[in-house]
């Protein structure tokens, strides 16, 4: 992910589709109470030490069967998407997890997506792990997944999805380079009838930091912006960015006021600027309002020093509960 960045929109689409929200939120007994930090810390131990796991990796490989196992033991049925695209280093076979509360859960729409990236940038210099880029937000969403899964009426609205080839090759993303797996599962989007899109998105990036600063980001960079315009006037049919970006600033309410409940508005809040990550193709490529939870001020990003002593539980679990109670209370029960 890189701040202030340029984004090129490869894809034109139709917009989302909704369906009624149908999920009730008792203040008595919330999922984000359910939460555990120390076990979603656990997952991201586990996936550190499979070492770096760059796209096409015998370790990214493993990262799948790992989270595949511990997917499937909660009741989660997973599916890879598997693909090929063309990178600076040639083609690159990358695969998406795609996972949902049971066998029936695949056989309609779901409401809404969490998601992550799990791969790991490629350094030749040195081993980077990946701790908090890409190992937190994964290991968190493991737990997020164990938690759903005691309310299987909320889980079956959900798509949880691990994405492949967030990062890029080269130094930064570009519209060329990086977002490889959400760009794909965005665009196969279109193969489903509008209603049965998803009607909103949580993308979790970087969210262990031990000085938990989350800025979420809900701009969309104005190059997207003007190209899609451009293609309107060519006659390309598009997503309707006017509704998107609505949702979106409704969402950005929702979230300070579910951090606000927790007590949490020192650690969780909105970002100014706009930010390049896997939510940007879910907005602009397939239309699906998605907000991304983020902590961009993290000095070790992308250096060595990305190590699992640098990912707090206690982070984690601010994170998975602000996440849970924008999910369960807004998201799936609100109305917005």
Known sequence: MKRLA???????????????????FSEADPLDAKVSGEKALGHVAALVGFGPRPAG??????????????LSALGWVARRQAFTAKTPRGRIEFTNLTTRFGEAAWEG?????????????LYEQFEFVGANDGGSSTGLLVE?????????????????????????????ITSNDGLYGSKHYAGQW??????????????LDMVGDVDL???????????????????????????????VEASLQSF?????????????????GVSPDYI????????VVSGIPTINLIDFDFPAWHTPGDTLDKVSADSLAITGRVTLRLVEKYLLAGDW
């Open 6 to 24: 340029p984004f090129v929109a490869l894809f034109f689409l139709l917009p989302a589709g909704c369906s009624d929200p149908a999920h009730s």
């Open 57 to 70: 990796s015998e370790a990214l490989e493993q990262s799948r069967q790992y989270l595949e196992k511990e």
């Open 109 to 121: 729409p779901v409401e809404g997506l969490l998601a992550s990236h799990y791969d790991t940038k």
């Open 144 to 172: 997020l997944a164990r938690v759903l899964a005691e309310r299987p009426e909320a889980a079956r609205r959900i798509e949880l999805v691990f994405f492949d080839g967030e990062e890029a090759f080269g130094t930064n």
């Open 190 to 203: 279109l193969l489903k009838a509008e209603r049965d899109r998803p009607r909103w998105g949580v993308l």
């Open 213 to 243: 600063n989350i800025r979420a980001a809900v701009r969309i960079p104005g190059q997207s912006i003007r190209e899609l315009a451009e293609a309107k006037e060519k006659g390309a049919p598009l997503v309707d960015m006017t509704k």
């Open 252 to 268: 950005s309410r929702h979230l300070l006021e579910a951090a606000g409940e927790l007590g949490l508005r020192d650690q969780v």
């Open 276 to 283: 390049i990550d896997d939510h940007i193709p879910l907005n």
